[in-house]
């Protein structure tokens, strides 16, 4: 097993060494955005490949390739055109001509240790346990298909919602965005408990349990809810209100008194 997650390490590494330098080529540091779900792919299939029994435990590298093409395929089409990321923007002004090295470590090199700690479950495939515990991967595969669904009918909704100029400036709170500010961020968050739930079925790694807290502790109070809430909370009138009335992550009904509040 530490095998696996050595080579996994190793193909993240590449990975990641190979995007910076088309960054670095292209003057646009997103680029790392859209390759995040194809990283995990990427490591789901390594991790298979190299099992000592191949026809075991298909089930999950099939479910990450599609959250992972699924998740690429959105950011690519929703950046296309839109230029570089304002925060890599002030990064790159910040730090000038030392900024290639700066991005190297503390973007492609933070992201690869992300990667690598996350997908702990898919990398754990390679243990050859026997597949005993079917309860187990049939709720892995079910919380799987929930966060599936609300990542991606939440992306759609707020791709249609914007698509609308009536919508400019206005806050999103209608379908799935009514009962939590962030779907898709929960949807993500059942993927990842989906996903280690199904692998543990058939690896029995009890510690690859770390991947989903690691994705759920960011997801709630890193890079997810908390820095994009703040700067929603400059940047749209009536967000705070919208805050005031609507669960912050998982979903939830709105009170009669709340729902009289528009």
């Not at 080579?7 to 292209?26: F, K, N, P, Q, T």
């Not at 680029?31 to 075991?56: C, H, K, N, Q």
């Not at 309860?135 to 919602?161: H, K, N, P, Y």
């Amino acid at each position: 097993m530490i095998v696996s997650f050595t080579y996994c390490a190793a193909v993240i590494g590449v990975l990641m060494v190979s995007v910076w330098l088309v960054s670095l080529y292209r003057r646009d540091v997103s680029i790392i955005d859209i390759v995040w779900g194809l990283g995990f792919v990427l490591v789901a299939w390594t991790a298979y490949a190299m099992r000592s029994e191949p026809g075991d435990s298909l089930l999950v590298p099939v479910l990450t390739t599609i959250w992972g093409l699924r998740l690429s395929a959105y950011l690519g089409w929703r950046n296309h055109g839109q230029g570089e990321d304002p925060r890599y923007q002030k990064m790159r002004s910040k730090w000038g001509d030392a900024f290639p090295w700066v991005s190297l470590l503390t973007v492609f090199g933070v992201q690869a240790a992300v990667m690598w700690v996350v997908s702990l479950p898919l990398q754990s495939l390679y243990d050859g346990a026997d597949d005993s515990r079917v309860g187990m991967s049939v709720f892995g595969v079910i919380l799987f298909s929930v966060g599936l669904f609300f990542e991606a009918v939440g992306d759609w909704q707020l791709a249609r919602f914007k698509a609308n100029p009536t919508n400019a400036g206005q806050v999103m709170d209608q379908g799935l965005w009514r009962y939590t500010r962030h779907p898709n961020y929960f949807g993500d968050f059942l993927v990842w408990w989906g996903l280690f739930f199904t692998a543990y079925a058939t690896s029995h790694v009890g510690w690859a349990i770390i991947g989903p807290i690691v994705m759920s502790i960011f997801l709630m109070r890193v890079s997810g809810v908390t820095l994009l809430e703040k700067s929603l909370e400059e940047s749209k009138p009536g967000y705070r209100e919208y805050v005031e009335r609507t669960n912050a992550f998982f979903p939830g009904w709105r009170s009669v008194k709340n729902q009289s509040v528009q």
